[in-house]
């Protein structure tokens, strides 16, 4: 694929680009996390409920990225953000970190990342690389005494910066989506943000997704084959 100089590309990524370095998806293989469904431990509801059993899942999480490298795909993206610079966006739904360790130095994570976290008072976030794996010692905010929880979006919650998402919505000229299901809002619904302005939206991943009618291509094989060669 050929960029001219003035296009501008925004890259939607989904659990299915990290799959080729051995992290599981979350509608794939049963979508199970110890009997649990994945949408029950990823929820306010959840943590409400449960705040121990909510950090055991995001701790093996933070054990299962540490262990992973990054594959050909990330790769791929890094590599082209090196030539286009800030006429590229990457937008990642993915917590792990597997796409700056492969080079890309822009990456917004709508979904929050697995290595920060946040008291649920003060709400900043920061670096967190700890495990948190015996329910009787939670970590608590060294400001004000209350939890910190992992720095994700979890269902019912805000993505974050969303301004910065659709103000590059809007002047992006190509829309490339890898490795998503198409199943989770707002981020499932950007096709048709740049379907109604009529740039070129293109899927990559070995299945077509939920939203595959707004896409004006799709090419069917796993990020790692198809990425490398398209870009
Ligand atoms: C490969 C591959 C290979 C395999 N190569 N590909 C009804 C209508 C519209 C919206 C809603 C609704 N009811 C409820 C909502 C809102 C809700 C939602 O969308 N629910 C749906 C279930 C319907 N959304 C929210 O609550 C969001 N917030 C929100 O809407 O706020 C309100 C608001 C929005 C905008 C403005 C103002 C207000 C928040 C969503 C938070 C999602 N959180 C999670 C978990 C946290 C992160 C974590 O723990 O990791 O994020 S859920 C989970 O799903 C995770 C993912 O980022 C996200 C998307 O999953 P993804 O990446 O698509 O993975 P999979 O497993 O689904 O698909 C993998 C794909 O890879 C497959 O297609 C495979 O084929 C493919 N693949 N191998 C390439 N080698
Ligand atoms: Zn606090």
């Known amino acids: 694929m050929r960029f001219e100089a003035e296009d501008r590309v925004f890259v939607l990524t ?11 998806t979350f509608r794939g293989s049963g979508g199970l ?3 649990h469904r994945v949408e029950d431990v990823a929820t306010p509801e959840a943590w409400e409920a449960d705040p ?21 795909a990330h790769v791929a993206l890094a590599e082209l953000e090196k030539q286009m610079g ?7 739904q993915n917590v792990d970190d597997l796409h700056e360790r492969a080079g890309s130095e822009r990456v917004h994570h709508m979904h929050g990342t697995l290595f920060e976290s946040r008291c649920v008072w003060c709400e900043k976030p920061f670096a967190d690389r700890a495990f948190y794996e015996d329910g009787a010692a939670l970590p608590v905010c060294a400001e004000c005494g209350r ?12 993505p974050l910066d969303l301004n ?14 890898a490795g998503t299901s198409g199943s989770v809002y707002p981020a ?28 004006s291509e799709i090419l069917l094989g796993p990020a790692t084959e198809v990425l490398p060669t398209l870009l």
């Open 52 to 72: 121990g059993l909510v950090w055991r899942f995001y701790s093996m999480r933070r054990r299962d990225a540490l262990a992973a490298q990054p594959n050909a």
């Open 33 to 35: 996390w110890n009997g």
């Open 86 to 92: 800030d006429r590229f966006y990457l937008c990642t």
């Open 188 to 215: 499932a619904g950007f096709v048709d943000v740049a379907h109604r302005r009529g740039i070129e939206t293109i899927y990559v991943g070995p299945e077509e997704p939920l939203n595959a009618r707004a896409f």
């Open 147 to 158: 939890a910190v929880r992992p720095h994700i979006v979890w269902f019912g919650e805000v």
């Open 164 to 177: 910065s998402i659709f103000r590059e919505l809007e002047r992006a000229t190509v829309l490339l989506v």
């Open 14 to 24: 989904g659990a299915g680009v990290s799959a080729a370095s051995g992290l599981a």
